[in-house]
Nanobody, 115 residues
Framework: QVQLVESGGGLVQAGGSLRLSCAAS????????MAWFRQAPGKQRELVAA???????NYADSVKGRFTISRDNAKNMVYLQMTSLKPEDAALYYC?????????WGQGTQVTVSS
């Protein structure tokens, strides 16, 4: 099973940028699809961006053109580059990885956006 640890969250002004990182353990990372989810207080967890093992990506409409998901299989890392941040982007951001035999979540990293 893969284990995931997020980092990179913090406080940023509206319009600013942050890069979230997700470090994965395990030797089969390259076979996992990976994604970033987020959950704001009182709201359901939602998909932000996903990337397949082959590198195909998809994004929530609310972040298209502002966020970019990427992966580095050699380093077992997934990234979420966030630009033009808005107050509504504030949430706890989770990394998720899944395969045919596994489904893992990280503990989350907090993103706060001040207006």
């Amino acid at each position: 099973q893969v284990q995931l640890v997020e980092s990179g969250g913090g406080l940023v002004q509206a319009g600013g940028s942050l890069r979230l990182s997700c470090a994965a353990s395990g030797r089969t990372f390259s076979s996992y699809a990976m994604a970033w989810f987020r959950q704001a207080p009182g709201k359901q967890r939602e998909l932000v961006a996903a990337i397949t093992s082959g590198g195909s990506t998809n994004y929530a409409d609310s972040v298209k053109g502002r966020f970019t998901i990427s992966r580095d299989n050699a380093k077992n890392m997934v990234y979420l580059q966030m630009t033009s941040l808005k107050p509504e982007d504030a949430a706890l951001y989770y990394c998720r990885g899944w395969s045919a035999w596994d489904n893992a979540w990280g503990q989350g990293t907090q993103v706060t956006v001040s207006s």
